[in-house]
């Protein structure tokens, strides 16, 4: 993944929450029940070199990914840590750290 990340990770809480694409399963206590792979949002950018680029969506907090993305946005807790490892192979080239949504939108 691309080092020079619109946000640093560096500065992250331990555990970034992370928009998927649909509902991930959940036991009795609310955590996420995990069997095979799980897809994560991610959007094109305009790179610096032209181009686009894939990014992926991290929220410091659930009322932060809901502020931007709405309630009803499914998600999942990642230990910021493991952030890189979990995106290998997603096709992402850098994280965005608290996006919000233009304003008017």
Same mark, same amino acid.
């Given at each position: 993944?691309?080092?020079? @990340?619109?946000?640093?990770?560096?500065?992250?809480?331990? +555990?970034?929450? +992370?928009?998927?694409? #649909? &509902? $991930?399963?959940? &036991?009795?206590?609310?955590?996420? +029940?995990?069997?095979?792979? %799980? /897809? +994560?949002?991610?959007?094109?950018? #305009?790179? /610096?070199?032209?181009?686009?680029?894939?990014?992926?969506? *991290?929220?410091?907090?659930?009322?932060?990914? $809901? &502020?931007?993305?709405? /309630?009803?946005?499914?998600? $999942?807790? %990642?230990?910021?840590?493991?952030?890189?490892? *979990?995106?290998?192979?997603?096709?992402?080239?850098? $994280?965005?750290?608290?996006? @919000?949504?233009? /304003?008017?939108?």
């Amino acid at each position: 993944m691309d080092s020079s @990340q619109p946000a640093s990770l560096q500065d992250a809480p331990d +555990v970034l929450v +992370v928009p998927t694409l #649909e &509902d $991930v399963p959940r &036991d009795a206590d609310g955590a996420p +029940v995990l069997e095979g792979s %799980i /897809e +994560v949002m991610l959007l094109p950018m #305009e790179a /610096e070199s032209g181009g686009t680029t894939l990014v992926a969506l *991290a929220f410091s907090t659930v009322a932060a990914l $809901v &502020d931007a993305m709405g /309630e009803e946005q499914s998600w $999942v807790a %990642i230990p910021s840590d493991k952030l890189e490892g *979990a995106l290998e192979g997603s096709g992402a080239r850098a $994280v965005l750290l608290d996006p @919000q949504p233009p /304003e008017g939108a």
